[in-house]
T-cell receptor
Framework: AQKITQTQPGMFVQEKEAVTLDCTYD???????LFWYKQPSSGEMIFLIY??????QNATEGRYSLNFQKARKSANLVISASQLGDSAMYFC?????????????FGAGTRLAVHP | GAVVSQHPSWVICKSGTSVKIECRSL??????MFWYRQFPKQSLMLMAT?????????EQGVEKDKFLINHASLTLSTLTVTSAHPEDSSFYIC???????????FGPGTRLTVL
């Protein structure tokens, strides 16, 4: 069973508009972490934002915010005021404890295209 | 933020040869490093987890003898692809995590092409 699901293979947004990238997860571990990474065409993975399962407030980092709905097991990324440079692949990931090691499980990714 | 480097950024080799990829944490001590593989238009697949000074933990289906991982110091881990074949051609990315930290920081990746 998939542990991280990103249902949007591709998304389009107009420059300066906001966009929401969906992510749902599945875990029975009460302690977990959720991450979003951006991967431009150059290939590097850029850390954007982190939400811990016990965090009371939704995480925000500049134009990025994470809409964390624990009961629904969703952790959507909201990008406000989109810029052309935001065009990239976006991956949602969950930190899972397994055998004492914390490892990341990645979703399939969403390709975001920002249009002028 | 934390900086992780990878070397080389790309490599082309002949079938049957071995290739070593280095991953370094430049401004923090990485107690744990991770190696991922990514095929075109696909997500990252974790290959193995390594802790400094101990043997790597490989994911199911990853051949230990083919993908040798060494984590000799708190700032360096290496992945050696032994007897490479064309099907090993891929994008290999490492990440590093500091002690007690939640976030993994990624290197820029290494594109391996085996002819």
């Amino acid at each position: 069973a998939q542990k991280i699901t990103q249902t949007q293979p591709g998304m389009f947004v107009q420059e300066k508009e906001a966009v929401t990238l969906d992510c749902t997860y599945d875990t029975s571990d009460p302690s977990y972490g959720l991450f979003w990474y951006k991967q431009p065409s150059s290939g590097e993975m850029i850390f954007l934002i982190y939400q811990g399962s016990y965090d009371q407030q939704n995480a925000t980092e500049g134009r990025y915010s994470l809409n964390f709905q624990k009961a629904r097991k969703s952790a959507n990324l909201v990008i406000s005021a989109s810029q052309l440079g935001d065009s990239a692949m976006y991956f949602c990931a969950m930190r899972e404890s397994a055998g004492g090691y914390n490892k990341l499980i990645f979703g399939a990714g969403t390709r975001l295209a920002v249009h002028p | 933020g934390a900086v992780v480097s990878q070397h080389p950024s790309w490599v082309i080799c002949k079938s049957g040869t071995s290739v070593k990829i280095e991953c370094r944490s430049l401004d923090f001590q990485a107690t744990t490093m991770f190696w991922y593989r990514q095929f075109p238009k696909q997500s990252l697949m974790l290959m193995a987890t390594s802790n400094e000074g101990s043997k790597a933990t490989y994911e199911q289906g990853v051949e230990k003898d083919k993908f040798l991982i060494n984590h000799a110091s708190l700032t360096l881990s290496t992945l050696t692809v032994t007897s490479a074949h064309p099907e090993d051609s891929s994008f290999y990315i490492c990440s590093a995590r500091g002690p007690g930290a939640d976030t993994q920081y990624f290197g820029p990746g290494t594109r391996l092409t085996v002819l």
